[in-house]
């Protein structure tokens, strides 16, 4: 035991700080990554309600068939399902 070499300071201290580097690096990347999710249901919430009034005006206005104001509806969802991915990629 008399000839270990203790373990060199530096080497201690630059691992800790290694770690505590790529721990904030990660956490960063998650609180990214969540505000996107967050935008993205915002953005779903929005769409939910712009296809009902969609379906509501085209169906007040009766120039369409409830099949075809209902396309409308699907269609406006759609957009607003694309726009969510286009938030989070």
């Known amino acids: 035991m008399k000839n270990q070499r203790p373990f ?13 580097v790529m721990i904030g690096s990660a956490s960063c990347v998650a609180t990214e990554q969540a505000q996107q999710r967050r935008e993205g249901r915002d953005v779903k919430q929005d769409t939910r309600q712009e296809s009902r009034e969609t379906k509501v005006d085209c169906r007040a206005e009766n120039q369409k068939s409830n ?6 509806k699907r269609d406006t969802k759609q957009d607003g399902r694309q726009q969510a991915r286009d938030i989070k990629y």
Request: glycine share 0%; proline share 5%.
């Open 67 to 72: 099949t075809a104001c209902r396309q409308d």
């Open 8 to 20: 060199p300071r530096f080497i201690l201290a630059s691992s800790i700080f290694a770690v505590s």
